[in-house]
């Protein structure tokens, strides 16, 4: 039988951050990200990208969020309802984020109905990164707080690097590129913020286990909303590599 070894504070966190370098682990690795930095991913792919990628967006809701701060103290619970307010609760238009997204895929050519399409019929591995925030939001503090924690903390670089690349090979505009500058900006702060909620949090070292579970079962849920999407790019348009 397995027993769950007690690390400290740093010992856990650093161990956390050992998982998010593996390579299998990290956004900017996965290989959609990998080809539009690399100018290897037609142009004529990025509106499909920017629809099919749209479902996530348009499906974010609360529960997805905050769930996980009926485990937390009062206290504790405002940073939670700030990121919140960041993401999706700000008034549309406003810099919401999925406002922001559909800023973007409007600038690469879709249409209201073609995003309205897609929501409706996402593919199941955009759905099921949310389904995955979800689940681990509603199960205990250290799984939500954990799952966040490690989703947030990659996507500075990996938005930030496709924001970069999408501008420089793909001729957009910084306006349309607003939603992968505004995480480079915001999540920084959002992961410091809860990197402290964290470790106050994941005190023994069943709580430990489940919220390295749930880190890791988040980030591989990212780069596989990412395959799913260049899965089905695949099948529209050559693609080399």
């Known amino acids: 039988m397995a027993v769950a070894v007690r690390r400290s504070s740093r010992e856990f966190l650093d161990l956390l951050h050992h998982d998010m370098s593996l390579p299998h682990n990290r956004y900017l690795k996965a290989p959609l990200v990998q080809l ?15 629809i099919l990628r749209w479902a996530f967006q348009a499906n974010a809701n609360l529960a997805m969020m905050l769930a996980h701060a009926s485990y937390l103290s009062g206290d504790d619970a405002f940073n939670l309802l700030e990121n919140a307010f960041d993401e999706i609760m700000r008034p549309k238009g406003q810099g919401d984020h999925p406002s922001l997204w559909v800023t973007f895929a409007r600038a690469c050519g879709a249409t209201d109905e073609e995003l309205a399409a897609a929501a409706a019929d996402p593919l199941p591995e955009v759905v099921g990164f949310g389904a995955t925030l979800r689940e681990f939001s509603t199960r205990s503090a250290e799984e939500g707080l954990a799952a966040w924690y490690a989703d947030e903390e ?13 501008r420089k090979y793909y001729g957009m505009s910084d306006e349309a590129l607003e939603y992968f500058f505004e995480h480079v900006r915001a ?45 089905e790019l695949r099948k529209r348009y050559p693609i080399d590599a």
Request: aromatic share 8%; hydrophobic share 40%.
């Open 36 to 50: 539009i930095c690399n100018h290897r991913l037609p142009a004529a792919t990025i509106k499909d990208f920017a």
């Open 187 to 231: 999540d920084v702060d959002h992961s410091d913020a809860s990197e402290g909620l964290l470790l106050r949090y994941c005190d023994t070292p069943e709580r430990q286990y489940r919220a390295r579970r749930a880190a890791n079962v988040t980030l591989w849920s990212w780069i596989e909303m990412h395959n799913g999407i260049l899965r």
């Open 154 to 166: 990659q996507l500075p670089e990996a938005l930030g690097s496709l924001g970069f690349a999408l």
